[in-house]
């Protein structure tokens, strides 16, 4: 195969050596090889249709590019640093199997829309993967929400022990904030999808060509509408970033949780073996790797996010060079964004929850005494006073290492005597959970009815 430079002709030097290699994207860009055989075969056909190409010519075309893309599949295709790139070691190898009509599949396209529509199929492609991972996680914490609609555990604010919460609750709220990351991947998804090809290098070109020909095929939903546009922006990649930060935010957020509740202080969970790791020197750890792994990804897909807005930040219209620096972080924000997602889905359904170490953390902490003002409140104690009240209680059961509902009736009287036998029932941990009864609160009838909802929402 011939590694005559395509663009050769004007150039009476040869690219210095370093050059060639520095400015060559094939090592990693050959990703988008199917993609760019897939862009190539509907750019071939359209031309055929307009009469721009012989249907002989889009024949040898077709067939050339499925079975460079049967070697490729294969690892067998000898791909060349001096071709510069996935496109050019493409077009090379296709002239050189079958000959002079392999030189006219570039007609009326440059490499610059031709890379701006590879890397929108790649995505969406990845996009769709990376749903479904999404929604796999979440059918899982839907299911561990389910077995554990009952079990009760401190809720926290400032990691401070808050009020009583279920279990199934707490899962439900990490499901809400994937949600929200399944919505911003479809909305990237839905403005990406338009087709590039056709704008050419810059401004379009003069053959008659149909746009609307090629974007069908490719499945998009229309041509970009400005070729200018179409070649430079790389928002779309910028856009899933921003969106793939978030998750892998959110992903952050629960291994923190993970880390903390599997710790031997809290012990609210066990993680599975298969997930965990030993230390060479203590004999007794089993350290959560994966959740801490995860968290510590989060820091590498935000930094893609960073140099992908950098990259763009001031170029001027249309194409540049630059923004062959997209693919990299692209890429890796994918794998990253893949691996932490698919780790998180096979691992969710093997958290056992230890719901007495929970309930004792929840007993230890005064976390029904939100209960006994709101009781006090009920009874005709101004909200105010009844903070007060409940804090000196607080205060005592401190001093005598004692939970609230250890006081005595006499001594709870002693702080206020709105305060009625009745009380305990307040006072306790399933009382104060089943008292939260209302849209979004922690009730289990509650959690199960959000269960249900989310359920017919993910699967509609
Ligand atoms: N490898 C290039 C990229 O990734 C393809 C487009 C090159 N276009 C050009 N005019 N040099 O952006």
């Known amino acids: 195969m011939s590694t005559k430079k395509p663009w050769g002709g004007r150039f009476s030097q040869p690219t210095d050596a370093f050059v060639e290699?520095?400015?060559a994207s094939v090592d990693f860009d050959q990703r988008l090889a199917r993609q760019d055989i897939r862009g190539s075969i509907a750019h071939a056909t359209m031309l055929a249709r307009q009469n721009i190409l012989t249907e002989a010519e889009k024949q040898q075309i077709i067939d050339g590019?499925?079975?460079?893309?049967?070697?490729?599949?294969?690892g067998d295709f000898p791909w060349s640093v001096t071709l510069e790139d996935v496109h050019m070691n493409i077009e090379a190898a296709l002239t050189a199997r079958i000959g002079e009509a392999g030189k006219k599949l570039h007609t009326g396209r440059s490499r610059n829309d031709q890379v701006a529509t590879d890397v929108r199929l790649w995505l969406r492609g990845?996009?769709?993967?990376?749903?479904?991972?999404?929604?796999?996680?979440?059918?899982?914490?839907?299911?561990l929400a389910e077995r554990e609609a009952d079990t009760i555990l401190?809720?926290?604010?400032?990691l401070q022990t808050a009020q009583p919460v279920t279990f199934g609750h707490?899962?439900?709220a990490w499901f809400e904030m994937l949600e929200r990351d399944h919505g911003r991947l479809a909305d990237c998804k839905t403005r990406m999808n338009q087709c590039p090809l056709g704008a050419a290098a810059l401004a379009g070109t003069t053959f008659p060509i149909d746009r609307d020909f090629?974007?069908?095929?490719?499945?998009?939903?229309?041509?970009?509408?400005?070729?200018?546009?179409?070649?430079?922006?790389?928002?779309?990649?910028?856009?899933?970033?921003?969106?793939?930060?978030?998750l892998m935010m959110h992903l952050s957020r629960m291994s923190e949780e993970l880390v903390i509740w599997s710790s031997a202080q809290f012990g609210f969970i066990t993680l599975s073996d298969a997930f965990c790791t030993g230390s060479s020197i203590m004999p007794q750890k089993k350290n959560p790797d994966v959740p801490e792994l995860v968290r510590g990804k989060s820091g590498r897909v935000f930094g893609h996010l960073m140099g992908l807005l950098t990259l763009m930040k001031s170029q001027p219209l249309a194409y540049n060079k630059d923004n062959q620096e997209d693919k990299e972080p692209l890429f890796d924000t994918v794998d990253q964004l893949r691996g932490s997602l698919k780790v998180f889905a096979d691992m969710v359904p093997e958290i056992r929850c230890n719901a007495g170490a929970m309930r004792q953390a929840a007993l230890k902490g005064f976390a029904t005494a939100t209960d006994l003002a709101d009781y006090l409140v009920r009874k005709g104690v101004p909200f105010r006073d009844a903070h007060e009240v409940?804090?000196?209680?607080?205060?005592?059961?401190?001093?005598?290492?004692?939970?609230l509902a250890e006081l005595s009736l006499e001594e709870l009287r002693g702080f206020s005597p709105a305060i009625d036998e009745d009380v305990f029932q307040y006072l306790t941990l399933e009382g104060?959970?089943?008292?939260?009864?209302?849209?979004?609160?922690?009730?289990?009838?509650?959690?199960?009815q959000a269960i249900a909802r989310a359920r017919a929402r993910i699967d509609a």
């Not at 590019?65 to 294969?74: C, D, Y």
């Not at 401190?154 to 400032?158: K, L």
């Not at 849209?439 to 509650?446: D, N, V």
């Open 21 to 23: 290699a520095f400015t």
């Open 65 to 74: 590019l499925e079975a460079i893309g049967r070697e490729i599949a294969a």
């Open 126 to 143: 990845e996009i769709e993967a990376i749903q479904a991972e999404l929604r796999r996680l979440q059918r899982a914490l839907l299911d």
């Open 154 to 158: 401190p809720g926290f604010t400032h």
């Open 170 to 172: 707490h899962m439900m």
């Open 214 to 246: 090629t974007a069908r095929e490719l499945g998009f939903d229309a041509p970009c509408a400005n070729s200018l546009d179409a070649v430079s922006d790389r928002d779309f990649a910028i856009e899933f970033s921003a969106a793939a930060a978030l």
């Open 390 to 403: 409940v804090g000196k209680a607080v205060a005592r059961c401190v001093e005598r290492g004692i939970d």
């Open 432 to 448: 104060s959970v089943a008292a939260r009864d209302h849209f979004g609160g922690t009730a289990p009838s509650q959690v199960r």
